[in-house]
């Protein structure tokens, strides 16, 4: 198994309240139990650009191949979006992009 760190853009088509925000980053963060309340230091899992309703999510993800991060990436974006009330077209994803690999994972 390989880390990935994925790109996801998107744009929300409902405004991000701040209570909706914490709920998504709630959301991200907790979808490893052995990890809940941590972030990787250099991860900012959240990134809104200033006076437009687009952003970066940046997932950390544990896959196979480059494809399955992309998909496992996709999967848990949507899952955190939906929990955070971003519902059906709510909130937009975009092509996800492979932003970084450690294949010191496959060796552990």
Request: proline letters at 5%; charged letters at 20%.
């Amino acid at each position: 198994m390989t880390n990935f760190v994925i790109s996801l853009p998107g744009t929300f088509k409902q405004e991000l309240t701040q209570a909706a925000k914490a709920q998504l980053l709630g959301a991200l963060r907790g979808a490893d139990p052995q990890e809940v309340g941590s972030d990787p230091q250099d991860l900012d899992m959240l990134t809104l650009n200033e006076g437009s309703p687009t952003f970066t999510l940046r997932l950390e993800v544990t896959a196979e191949d480059s494809r399955g991060a992309e998909r496992e990436a996709l999967a848990m974006a949507s899952r955190a979006l939906a929990e955070a009330g971003f519902q059906g077209d709510a909130a937009l994803l975009g092509q996800p992009a492979i932003t970084s690999i450690d294949t010191s994972a496959d060796s552990a």
